[in-house]
């Protein structure tokens, strides 16, 4: 499986983008995904993942602001980031939400900054 994540950019403080994951391969719709994002200097962290069947969670920072959704019959998944921070400035990968991961993509920076 190939990832290809895009939408990333610049945008100010209270901002919105939202991230696109192309996937190729079959076994897409059977794996629960995830959106990871890796800060400067920081471990990557797992932020938002989705079921097969479409159930969500979100670590506590980006509870109510982010969204993730996805289209198995397209192979994406989506995420949806409004209210953004400076702290939320990062590359956003994504992934399998558990191991064993896909060969992970190149990622999109998103830079929240005045």
């Known amino acids: 499986v190939q990832l290809v994540e895009s939408g990333g950019g610049v945008v100010q403080p209270g901002g919105s983008l939202r991230l696109s994951c192309a996937a190729s391969?079959?076994?897409?719709?059977?794996?629960?995904m995830g959106w990871y994002r890796q800060a400067p200097g920081k471990q990557r962290e797992l932020v938002a993942r989705?079921?097969?069947?479409?159930?969500?969670i979100y670590v506590d920072s980006v509870e109510g602001r982010f969204t993730i959704s996805r289209d198995n019959a397209k192979k994406m998944v989506y995420l949806q980031m409004n209210s953004l921070k400076s702290e939320d400035t990062a590359v956003y990968y994504c992934?399998?939400?558990?191991?064993?991961?896909?060969?992970w993509g190149q990622g999109t920076q998103v830079t929240v900054s005045s």
């Open positions: 989705i079921s097969d069947g479409g159930t969500t």
């Open positions: 992934n399998t939400a558990f191991e064993p991961n896909f060969p």
């Open positions: 391969g079959n076994i897409f719709s059977l794996r629960a």
